[in-house]
């Protein structure tokens, strides 16, 4: 029979064997758990920092910059056109075959000069001329000239237009337009004329006359949505 101080002797002992991991355990976890902490909010942290700077880099660094010319590119084709119409009435030009022939510019002023002044060039070249750059080497000096060489334009809806509308304080508030139908019409004219004569005596060669060409471009918007475009400009069709 065990008598009481050796049970004390052997319980003493295993209870303080399990006592202590539990308290070395606790402790632990009351140690490590905040620094597990920090370093997860550590890493969020630079995971936010760079997700922000690719989010900079990604949007703050591309612009586009988009210009506008004084003149479109339909105004142009409208005016190039209505020349060239214009300059294929001219009849009789095989009387510059062989011919040194100068074309002076001094008298045409118009839009797109350089455009028909070439244009000119061409169509002798074709007929025959032979084009010289000096007044003192041609036979013959063609002088166009310009009637009219020009755009215009005009605008319908059915529909209610845009209003400005004052607002105290704030200025003047321009009202969208609200239509069933809207059309745009754009219209060009050349009046175009050439006239020759001999270099060294002066006397009259040669006039075409009065030569007209005309363009046209059309502009159809139904409801805002569907729009049409009518041309009888080659380019554009």
Not at 143 to 156: H, I, K, Q, V, W
Request: glycine fraction near 8%.
């Amino acid at each position: 029979m065990i008598n009481g101080q050796e049970q004390a002797k052997r319980c003493g002992p295993r209870n303080s064997l399990n006592f202590k991991p539990l308290v070395f355990r606790k402790r632990e976890r009351e140690i490590s758990g905040p620094s597990t902490s920090l370093g997860t909010m550590a890493r969020s942290l630079t995971a936010s920092a760079w997700a922000v700077l690719v989010l900079a880099l990604g949007t703050g660094c591309v612009q586009t910059r988009i210009t506008e010319p004084p003149r479109s590119g339909v105004e142009q084709l409208l005016l190039s056109t209505a020349a060239d119409r214009s300059l294929r009435q001219a009849a009789s030009l095989e009387i510059f075959k062989d011919k040194k022939t100068f074309v002076d510019g001094t008298y045409f002023d118009s839009y797109d000069k350089l455009y028909v002044l070439g244009s000119i060039r061409q169509i002798l070249s074709e007929s025959g001329a032979l084009l010289v750059a000096e007044m003192k080497e041609a036979e013959i000096v063609v002088e166009p000239r310009s009637g009219a060489l020009s755009t215009d334009s005009g605008s319908s809806l059915i529909g209610m237009p845009s209003i400005p509308m004052p607002i105290p304080l704030a200025g003047t508030f321009q009202t969208p337009e609200l239509y069933l139908m809207k059309s745009q019409r754009l219209d060009s004219v050349a009046k175009l004329a050439l006239f020759a004569i001999d270099q060294k005596s002066r006397q009259h060669v040669y006039s075409s006359g009065v030569m007209v060409g005309k363009a046209r471009h059309r502009y159809y918007s139904f409801i805002g949505f569907i729009k049409i475009t009518r041309t009888d400009i080659p380019e554009k069709k």
